[in-house]
Each structure stands twice: as structure tokens, then as C-alpha cells.
């Protein structure tokens, strides 16, 4: 717990603040993170390199009742759109994965996880606390596990930390953990168990997890290395 006084400094600080400063979308901008995952009593190292590209929209189509026809069971496809910002990640070289985000307010959602496919549901990752205060989202809705829709419940909090030291300067920062419970079918409950901090000005700083699947655990540790933001024209 951080004291009072602490707690007052970075209030001040956040004061006016907005999701983007703590989760900057900048275009351009490349993130490298090293990371390890624990699992089945072997350890695997990788290097993580993320890319923010440029806003772009995506979209899903949706079959609707055609007013034209008589028979209400005729359908006509409807293109549904939204504009998003992509950021590309790839894993010790290999062919880069899509997540698409948006921010709604205080609020980080992820509204796309295929390469221009638009989700049903998007579905929140962080809320942003406002002064001293700690900020809670809940969803309950489909997330794609392993290609494939899954009922999940996520449960999150996000609150104001002491200052993070990054390359020997410290930054304002928040932190906030997250729980995802997933129905995977057959009475198969997956749990996900999660941290991340996220520095003012650069984003995602550190990153770890815990999996449950059964009797297996898996653990990942993240940390940032290097991050190039490319300068104002």
C-alpha cells in the first residue's frame, strides 16, 4: 500500500490525465519485451516485438431482416464498421498477430483480434482510476480462445502506484490485475490470473500471468527493453 503522501503526489499528477497517456497508441511506435513462460517444469525465453500502426477500420457483416421482401425470414447482409488502431506482435520473428483497440472514455477495449475482423463483442482491458481513487470493470460475454468464441468472465481493478523506474527515470504509473474465467466446453474451466503496469508516455512496462487449465500452471513474466516512439514532424 503506498502512503498518503505518495498516494496525494501521484493523484496531482493524474489529475486531467486520459487512458492514452498510460496506454499511448501512437503510430509508429515499436515496443520490444523479452518474456518467460513457466510451464510443465520447463522454461521457454522469447523476444515479443509490438508495432502500433496506424488507425484503420475494420468490420464484421450481420444478417438482418430485409425490409424490401414480404417474407420476414429474408435476410440481406449488413456491414457493420468501427475505427480502431492495430498493434502487430511477433514472437522471436514469426508472422505478426493483430489486436485491435479502442478508447471509450476511461475505458481500453479490445474490439478486434483477427487481422481486419471486427468482434461481436469487444470487451474491456482497462479501466483508467481517476485521482486516488481505484477504477473496476466487469465483462461477461464471448472472448476468442485459441480461435474459437468462449464464455468469459473478466473482472478487473486498476489503481494508482508508486513511480516506475525505466532506463533510471522513474514515471507515474498505474497497475492493475485482472481475472479471466473461461468455459472452454465439456465442463473445462480455464482461469488467467493477471498484472501489468503501465508507465505515463510509454505504455505496458511490465506484464505477468498466471494459467490454470486443471492441474496445469502456467506462469509469464514480461518486461519491457526498448521502445522507440517515433518524434513529432
Not at 464498421?81 to 477495449?109: C, H, L, M, Q, W
Not at 522513474?170 to 492493475?176: G, K, L, R, T
Request: proline share 6%; no cysteine.
Amino acid at each position: 500500500m503506498i502512503t498518503s503522501l505518495f498516494a496525494t503526489v501521484l493523484a496531482n499528477a493524474l489529475v486531467g490525465q486520459t487512458p492514452e497517456a498510460y496506454f499511448p497508441l501512437v503510430a509508429g511506435t515499436v515496443r520490444i519485451y523479452e518474456q518467460e513462460v513457466n510451464s510443465g517444469g520447463k522454461k521457454y525465453k522469447s523476444r515479443i516485438i509490438e508495432t502500433v500502426q496506424g488507425e484503420t477500420t475494420i468490420k464484421r457483416f450481420e444478417m438482418v431482416p430485409d425490409p424490401t421482401e414480404l417474407d420476414p425470414t429474408n435476410e440481406k447482409k449488413v456491414w457493420i464498421e468501427e475505427k480502431a488502431i492495430p498493434v502487430t506482435s511477433s514472437v522471436d520473428g514469426n508472422d505478426p498477430e493483430y489486436t485491435y483497440y479502442k478508447t471509450v472514455g476511461d475505458r481500453v477495449f479490445i474490439v478486434g483480434t483477427a487481422q481486419g475482423e471486427l468482434l461481436i463483442q469487444a470487451f474491456p482491458i482497462l479501466a483508467f482510476p481517476k485521482n486516488d481513487d481505484r477504477s473496476t470493470w466487469l465483462y461477461s460475454g464471448n472472448v476468442t480462445v485459441m480461435g474459437a468464441p468462449a464464455p468469459t468472465l473478466i473482472e478487473g481493478e486498476a489503481y494508482i502506484r508508486k513511480a516506475y523506474k525505466y532506463k533510471n527515470k522513474e514515471y507515474p504509473a498505474i497497475e492493475s490485475k485482472a481475472t479471466y474465467k473461461f468455459q472452454l466446453g465439456g465442463g473445462i474451466e480455464a482461469l488467467s490470473e493477471q498484472t501489468s503496469i503501465y508507465a505515463k508516455g510509454i505504455g505496458l512496462v511490465e506484464f505477468s500471468e498466471t494459467g490454470r487449465l486443471g492441474k496445469e500452471v502456467t506462469k509469464v513474466q514480461r518486461r519491457l527493453v526498448q521502445i522507440d516512439i517515433p518524434t513529432a514532424p
